[in-house]
């Protein structure tokens, strides 16, 4: 089965390229697709350097319209999504979350970042609030999501929600040695807190939402 890796970027230039190279390594993906989202940084270049094939969006449209519109320039069968500001990734960590995937043994896998293990508490508690942008999975999956669903950061737990509804067999992988750069660092404390409030009412929104029956959906793109 073809497996491809999509890449959404907003000014990663610090961290794409490492991202890019681990990926590449891992010899898990057949091709590496980077969604520059309206970037202004050097994200592009590098991200081209490195040699992934990358498409640019002149206007920041979001992680779930990028995802989207990253999923139109491939007929792969397996999508392996992966933030492009993560620290610390190694070809074991892509190989974890899309080998299960690859054999047919889940429908989705994620991985958990190293957070004090509070990632996994969370997965264990309500796996629906299992949030993180490492994650293997089956087009089918990807193709259950609504237009609705693609808006921000809420495309993450929609997937969870819609695996859990459909009985699609899902599996957690931490990945261990693995952070990312936080929205406060990348943009300052004020902005980065604005950039995260939009993103917990988003979670917040699909959580609530998962309390009510949906009928069963199928959208082709």
């Given at each position: ?74 007929t ?69 999501l609504?237009?609705?669903?693609y808006h ?33 660092i ?33 959208h082709?793109?």
């Amino acid at each position: 089965m073809s497996v491809a890796a999509i890449i959404p970027a907003y000014n990663e230039e610090g961290t794409i390229g490492k991202v890019i190279s681990a990926i590449k390594r891992s010899q898990a993906v057949d091709t590496i697709i980077v969604i520059s989202d309206g970037s202004t940084d050097r994200t592009v270049a590098i991200a081209k350097a490195a040699g992934a094939d990358v498409f640019s969006r002149t206007k920041n449209r979001g992680k779930g319209e990028a995802l989207k519109f990253a999923t139109t320039k491939t007929t792969a069968d397996i999508l392996f999504f992966c933030d492009a500001d993560l620290v610390g990734l190694q070809p074991r960590h892509v190989r974890a979350i899309v080998d299960p995937v690859r054999k047919g043994t889940v429908a989705m896998c994620m991985g958990l970042r190293d957070r004090w293990g509070i990632p996994g508490i969370v997965a264990r508690l309500d796996p629906l609030l299992a949030i993180g942008g490492e994650r293997a999975l089956t087009r089918e999956v990807f193709q259950r999501l609504t237009p609705e669903d693609y808006h921000g950061f809420s495309v993450e737990i929609s997937l969870n929600e819609y695996c859990k509804r459909f009985h699609f067999p899902v599996q957690f992988v931490e990945m261990v040695g693995v952070t990312h750069v936080p929205k406060e660092i990348k943009w300052g404390r004020v902005r980065g807190t604005l950039r995260r409030i939009p993103w917990l009412f988003q979670i917040l929104r699909v959580r609530i939402l998962a309390f009510f029956p949906r009928q069963q959906t199928w959208h082709k793109h």
